[in-house]
């Protein structure tokens, strides 16, 4: 059973910051492409950022110079910063692991976004 563990959600005002955290296994990490998914109440879920095993990344458009993904290889980790928070990036953020076929995704953790 692979397991994806994400942390780092919660509650910010409109302008602020939050950094999601995805520590995965090691194997996973090396060689699956992992990215950001997040899905709004009544909205389809979509891709927020990904990046390649190649290293390669690519952001979906409402989040460009704003969200920011990353790794630390030393500890099997992704990282999504996000910077100049809007009340529209309100929804559930899932890591997402892939490799066709397989795909592994996270819990889910909250990100809110008011004032």
């Known amino acids: 059973q692979v397991q994806l563990v994400e942390s780092g959600g919660g509650l910010v005002q409109p302008g602020g910051s939050l950094r999601l955290s995805c520590a995965a296994p090691?194997?996973?990490?090396?060689?699956?492409?992992m990215g950001w998914y997040r899905q709004a109440p009544g909205k389809q879920r979509e891709l927020v950022a990904v990046r390649s095993s190649g290293g390669s990344t690519n952001y979906a458009d409402s989040v460009k110079g704003r969200f920011t993904i990353s790794r630390d290889n030393t500890k099997n980790t992704m990282y999504l910063q996000m910077n100049s928070l809007r009340p529209e990036d309100t929804a559930v953020y899932y890591c997402?692991?892939?490799?066709?076929?397989?795909?592994?995704w996270g819990q889910g953790t909250q990100v809110t976004v008011s004032s």
């Open positions: 997402n692991a892939n490799r066709p076929p397989r795909a592994y």
């Open positions: 090691v194997l996973i990490f090396s060689i699956y492409d």
